[in-house]
């Protein structure tokens, strides 16, 4: 069970968005994200965003996440592009995920991106 604090959470349909502590925005998607559904995760992710002063670090639990539409793709690399967005740490990607996630990566321009097994390893290098 996640411990989230209520008035930073966001659910969009099955997918929970939410900040912690340390200014880490917490990516947990359950299933496949289609075009409208990528919609309004640019919007939940606009407004985490709006309201952290200074960096944020994404992390991405995909042990659950399916296969994400081309639109939302295309959200994800316009939200990893964002200036505020300082590191991005993937977990828990099973090897389909994987290969889509590596996609995303390459075309994003972000350098500070990295695919981990565990949790905790990407909470520590999220925090280094």
Do not use: C
Request: hydrophobic content about 50%; glycine content about 6%; charged content about 25%.
């Amino acid at each position: 069970m996640v411990a989230v604090k209520e008035s930073t959470a966001i659910w969009i349909g099955s997918h929970l968005f939410y900040l912690d502590n340390g200014n880490i925005l917490n990516v947990v998607p359950s299933g496949d994200v289609d075009t409208e559904t990528a919609k309004l995760i640019k919007q939940a992710f606009l407004k985490l965003l709006g309201s952290v002063e200074g960096e944020v670090k994404i992390l991405a639990d995909l042990r659950a996440g399916g296969i994400p539409s081309i639109e939302a793709r295309k959200v994800a690399v316009e939200i990893f592009n964002k200036d505020q967005v300082k590191r991005i740490a993937f977990f828990g990607v099973n090897p389909v995920v994987r290969i889509i996630a590596t996609f995303i990566v390459n075309v994003a321009s972000k350098k500070e991106l990295r695919f981990f097994k565990l949790k905790e390893e990407a909470v520590h290098w999220l925090n280094q």
